[in-house]
């Protein structure tokens, strides 16, 4: 399937890194990379660090939870982005459970692109906005999942 022009974006690495900086700040501080998007799936990194660390030797969760919030966000915003009508998209709630110790280069892959255009398509039919869980799973360099984290979307297509 040819990339959308969101996806270009996101995968010029010096283009993306200046959206970053302008749009979302603290994930360009925090070094989270985008490892891969497709409409299906994206995957974004971070890396334990001196920035990202807390006191008990690993990485402090509000960074795993930033990767993890880039990743379905990023399918998210790869929809709507030129849609017509515009439609909105907003984080209305989150849960996570950390299963073990953040250290290292962290991978968090959401695999639910595949039913967002359908959402989209709602929120543009209705007057009232549309929700939707995307979920992300962080993992290890050994594979071990780190952190499982849903995000609640909110999407609803723009008034004139």
Same mark, same amino acid.
């Given at each position: 399937m040819k990339p959308t022009k969101?996806?270009?974006l996101v995968t010029n690495s010096f283009l993306f890194r200046l959206f970053m900086l302008r749009k979302l700040p603290m994930v360009y501080i925090a070094g989270i990379r985008v490892k891969e998007l497709s409409a299906e799936r994206s995957i974004t990194t971070i890396r334990y660090k001196w920035?990202?660390?807390?006191?008990?030797? !690993?990485?402090?969760?509000?960074?795993?939870s930033m990767a993890a919030e880039l990743s379905t966000g990023l399918l998210v915003m790869n929809g709507v982005y030129g849609s017509q009508p515009p439609v909105s998209m907003l984080v209305i709630k989150n849960a996570s459970v950390y299963h073990k110790k953040a250290v290292g280069k962290i991978t968090f892959t959401c695999n639910d692109g595949n039913h967002i255009a359908k959402m989209i398509e709602q929120a543009k039919q !209705?007057?009232?906005g549309v929700m939707m869980e995307l979920t992300s799973v962080g993992k290890d360099?050994?594979?071990?999942?780190? !952190?499982e984290s849903v995000f609640t979307w909110s999407l609803k297509a723009k008034v004139k």
């Amino acid at each position: 399937m040819k990339p959308t022009k969101f996806q270009k974006l996101v995968t010029n690495s010096f283009l993306f890194r200046l959206f970053m900086l302008r749009k979302l700040p603290m994930v360009y501080i925090a070094g989270i990379r985008v490892k891969e998007l497709s409409a299906e799936r994206s995957i974004t990194t971070i890396r334990y660090k001196w920035l990202t660390q807390n006191p008990f030797n !690993s990485m402090y969760f509000a960074c795993q939870s930033m990767a993890a919030e880039l990743s379905t966000g990023l399918l998210v915003m790869n929809g709507v982005y030129g849609s017509q009508p515009p439609v909105s998209m907003l984080v209305i709630k989150n849960a996570s459970v950390y299963h073990k110790k953040a250290v290292g280069k962290i991978t968090f892959t959401c695999n639910d692109g595949n039913h967002i255009a359908k959402m989209i398509e709602q929120a543009k039919q !209705s007057t009232d906005g549309v929700m939707m869980e995307l979920t992300s799973v962080g993992k290890d360099e050994k594979g071990e999942v780190v !952190s499982e984290s849903v995000f609640t979307w909110s999407l609803k297509a723009k008034v004139k």
